[in-house]
């Protein structure tokens, strides 16, 4: 199936640093979603991204649907100790219908 | 009150025994989901279902299978279960021509 790759797998920031992550595929997609998942719950939307080259920004996250449509980044402003979680892009395919495919995931852990 | 609920929150059980899963969600929401979850924090769709369509991904096995007494519950009926089963479910519900979709907190499942 199809496959989102997001890297880095995992990072261990100190509290304040800026964080930056990213998803990349070799299909095109319609709609970038960026989840955070805090242990023991669900995924958590942060930013929906819609056209391709659209920034947006969530507080200290921002967010950007590439240019290609291939790929999106996300970016954590002066990180704090409750960032720590799991991040998740998420896309959906042209011919996918409301499916979403997800990235495999970037763990976060902030040293206060 | 929850959005998306789920119940229950963790399921211990033996390998063979047949088990469901519910899911409610109060969003009037018209398209529920169920995701896979394994050990590694991948996050893989199962099943997309609204009220005219089920969407099956074509990697799950046939003794998975939804079961929606109405729009608002997608319940998830597992017969004979195997070890392999084990990993958290995700119930998850998005609105009629949108992409964003709403988790609930997860089911943990343990086949013993």
């Known amino acids: 199936g199809q496959q989102l790759n997001q890297s880095p797998q995992s990072m261990f920031i100190q509290e304040g640093e800026d964080v930056s992550m990213n998803c990349t595929s070799s299909?095109?997609?319609?709609?970038w979603l960026w989840y955070k998942q805090d242990p023991g719950e669900g995924p958590v939307l942060l930013i929906a991204l819609y056209k391709a080259g659209e920034l947006t920004s969530n507080g200290r996250l921002t967010a950007q649907f590439g240019i290609t449509r291939k790929d999106s980044f996300l970016n954590i402003s002066a990180s704090i100790p409750s960032d720590v979680g799991i991040y998740f892009c998420a896309g959906q395919l042209n011919n996918a219908g409301n499916m979403l495919t997800f990235g495999g995931g970037t763990r976060l852990m902030v040293k206060p | 009150d929850t959005a998306v609920s789920q119940t229950p929150k963790y399921l211990v059980t033996q390998m063979g025994n047949d088990k469901s899963i519910k899911c409610e969600q109060n969003l009037g929401h018209d398209t529920m989901y169920w995701y896979k979850q394994d050990s590694k924090k991948f996050l893989k769709i199962m099943f997309s279902?609204?009220?005219?369509?089920?969407?099956i991904n074509e990697t799950v096995p046939n003794r998975f299978s939804p079961k929606s007494p109405d729009k608002a519950h997608l319940n998830l009926h597992i017969n004979s279960l195997e070890l392999g089963d084990s990993a958290v479910y995700f119930c998850?519900?998005?609105?009629?021509?949108?992409?964003?979709?709403?988790f609930g907190a997860g089911t943990r499942l343990s086949v013993l």
């Open positions: 279902y609204n009220n005219k369509e089920l969407i």
């Open positions: 998850a519900s998005s609105p009629t021509g949108a992409y964003i979709q709403y």
């Open positions: 299909s095109i997609f319609n709609t």
